[in-house]
């Protein structure tokens, strides 16, 4: 079968037994010498596997000896060729195997007006405004080496158990709210007003969600302002750091350690990753000259699985945070990308002698967490257990939902995946009136095999989890909700900020995309003026309850987990057993746990920092209601062509 449309012709196969590729956010990897062109390698999927494989979950290994890597494909002028074609000059995460192409040397690259400022910060308490503090990194860390190390358990470079323990300290923090410790800086008059920003006011003024999006370099300076780069986030503004834990899927070592401030680069930093065999070796090797760095893998016991989970645990002097978020570690995802950030409030240490199940929140986020970690079954982490169970995490205010690989029954069924977000929402969320009229919104950057038809898992056992509301329990045969799933089209990333190399983090194959052409009648365009990020292409993923009118919202998850049963679960055995394949993590925003007397939240029109009067106004990161694909629309499919019509920087896109 061929689909057409202006910016090329797509052929799918119908041969039933084709291979599945399994594209995943790409993986960058790490050596120091020599430097040859990736190669891609495919490894087979047995028919067992095909139908539940997030396309996260590649067979892709892209390997590449070149000291400097990107996440994403960057043109590379080739000579000797009537028209200049672009090469990948690094490795990445999400990449196919062969750059984009420059139509023609007379189109000219579109200039995009750079947000990105440097910064300086050299005094722990400094204010930090627009142009000072630690924010969007400097152009010349652009070409810092992006690693994506995929690693199995061998001996480490340095052993995971002998990760130091942070020292004791003592509670600098009182038991009074510890959503902010800054203190607050003086202002200069030299500051414009728009730029008058600092970290006291964009802590203050995310509350009570603390939901944030990242800085994007290239947009209006006005949908930066209440936004974080990862900078921003580690910065001495926030406490003084003692050690740290990042969990994430692509890890770019030596970029990672540039993020933190020059005072802390040598406190303890464990980094927790999923990487098996000579990926794993890769990250060991890029980790070795970082004397404070431990690596401690995550176990992937079932086939196709990947370590998902996206978190920061920073300790310090002052108390303890953990932020959530969905960016990898490296510069493409914290450049030009939408992406999610929670950040907890600053925890405070427990008195000594409280017991240690003191400090938990009306959500259970204490033992969910401490839940979580324990799944890992590391040395290492359990040490980090121990340090949560000495803190006050009361003030949380969102419910963690998490997944870990295993398979699941009994009361172990309802703790992870999308039975955790419908026990939770069952418990928690409150009945609307004509629920039935209340619309799904799935929002997301990768897509796995869904089946033959939505009633495979789709529009079953998922749906089923998300139109959860309250105690009321409707079977789906009664339901008539609509799922509205977004996701970029062609042109989306065409015109984005990156062009198309953006859609070398959208990985939908071809293979996938032809077994279910059902479910591209779901699809909606991205689209983010209320943010300012239409052009910011999302890695973001978020879920949501809106009412008929877009106006009003159960509940918002954002979360690292994309749609795909081997990130959200998959019921066997007559739906007994709940099997899950990758490690994710996302936090659950429902009205109850605001106190705020409302049974919903309304939608708040635009993300900049503003707050309605009265009810709970949420900052939905894209515009509602979201626009559903034209008769020309396509979805992004990362492994075919588009040769019609150039991206922003007048390139082709030519996969080999």
């Known amino acids: 079968m061929s689909l057409e449309s202006q910016h090329g012709k797509w052929t799918l196969s119908s041969s039933s037994d084709e291979e599945t590729d399994k594209p995943a956010e790409k993986k960058n990897i790490t050596s120091h010498k020599g430097g040859t062109a990736p190669s891609i390698k495919k490894e087979a999927v047995s028919d067992s596997d095909k139908t539940d494989i997030d396309e996260e979950i590649v067979a892709f290994q892209t390997v590449n000896k070149s000291p400097s890597h990107s996440h994403h494909l960057k043109p590379v002028k080739k000579k000797g060729s009537s028209r200049d074609s672009v090469s990948p000059s690094s490795s990445s995460c999400h990449t196919s195997p062969r750059g984009p192409l420059k139509k023609d040397q007379s189109h000219k690259q579109h200039s995009i007006g750079s947000e990105a400022r440097k910064f300086a910060l050299s005094e722990k308490r400094k204010r930090l405004s627009d142009d000072s503090g630690w924010c969007v990194s400097s152009s010349d860390e652009g070409s810092d080496t992006e690693v994506k190390c995929k690693q199995e358990e061998q001996k480490p470079v340095k052993a995971e ?66 936004a974080f780069h990862i900078k921003d986030i580690l910065s001495p503004l926030f406490g003084t750091l003692v050690s740290s834990v990042q969990f994430n899927y692509c890890i770019d070592v030596e970029w990672l350690v540039k993020q933190y401030p020059k005072e802390f680069r040598s406190k303890p930093l464990l980094i927790v990753h999923g990487e098996k065999r000579e990926s794993k070796a890769r990250l060991h090797e890029a980790a070795h000259p970082y004397e404070h760095v431990r690596l401690c893998q995550a176990k992937l016991d079932i086939a196709y699985g990947t370590h998902h989970t996206k978190m920061m645990l920073l300790l310090y002097e002052e108390g303890f945070r953990v932020v959530i978020h969905t960016a990898n570690l490296i510069f493409d995802d914290w450049h030009q990308k939408t992406q999610g950030i929670w950040m907890s409030p600053l925890y405070p240490r427990l008195p000594k002698g409280t017991p240690a199940a003191d400090g938990e929140s009306e959500t259970n986020f204490k033992q969910d967490l401490i839940d979580y970690l324990t799944s890992y079954q590391s040395t290492t982490l359990k040490e980090w257990v121990t340090i949560i169970k000495e803190y006050d995490l009361s003030e949380t205010r969102v419910f963690l939902i998490g997944s870990t690989p295993g398979r699941y029954v009994g009361k172990d069924k309802n703790k992870w995946g999308h039975l955790k977000l419908r026990k939770i929402l069952s418990e928690h969320a409150s009945s609307v009136a004509s629920s039935d009229t ?69 990985p939908y194959s071809i293979q996938t995309a032809q077994k279910q052409l059902w479910l591209h009648s779901f699809f909606h365009k991205w689209s983010a003026d209320a943010s300012g990020r239409t052009r910011a292409m999302p890695h973001i993923k ?22 795909s049963k081997a990130a959200w679960g998959a019921l066997e055995k007559n739906n007994t057993q709940l099997m899950i394949r990758s490690y994710e993590l996302g936090v659950l925003f429902v009205p109850s746990a605001f106190k705020s007397g409302a049974d919903v939240f309304k939608v708040q029109q635009t993300h900049l920092l503003k707050h309605a009067s009265g009810a709970l106004s949420f900052p939905v990161p894209f515009d509602l209601p979201p626009e559903h694909y034209g008769s020309k629309d396509r979805p992004w499919i990362w492994n075919i062509p588009y040769t019609r019509a150039p991206d922003t920087h007048g390139n082709m896109w030519v996969p080999s």
């Open 542 to 563: 978020t879920y949501m309850r809106a009412s008929p009118d877009f106006q009003e919202i159960a509940w918002f998850l954002v979360t690292s987990a994309n749609l």
């Open 161 to 226: 158990s002998h990760c130091l323990k942070p020292k004791d300290i003592s509670a600098k923090a009182g038991r009074g709210s510890p959503s902010v410790h800054l203190k607050s800086p003086k202002k200069h008059a030299s500051d414009s007003k728009n730029e008058d920003l600092d970290m006291w006011d964009l802590l203050k003024r995310g509350e009570p969600f603390r939901f944030y999006l990242t800085k994007v370099t290239g947009i209006t300076a006005k949908y930066n302002t209440g």
């Open 438 to 506: 209340w619309r799904l919104i799935g929002q997301f950057s990768s897509i796995g095999s869904m089946g033959a038809d939505k009633s495979k898992w789709l529009c079953a056992e998922f749906m089923e989890s998300l139109v959860t509301l309250g105690k009321q329990y409707k079977s789906l045969a009664n339901h008539q909700t609509a799922f509205h799933l977004i996701y970029p089209t062609v042109d989306n990333v065409r015109t984005s900020l990156e062009g198309y190399p953006a859609g070398g983090s959208l």
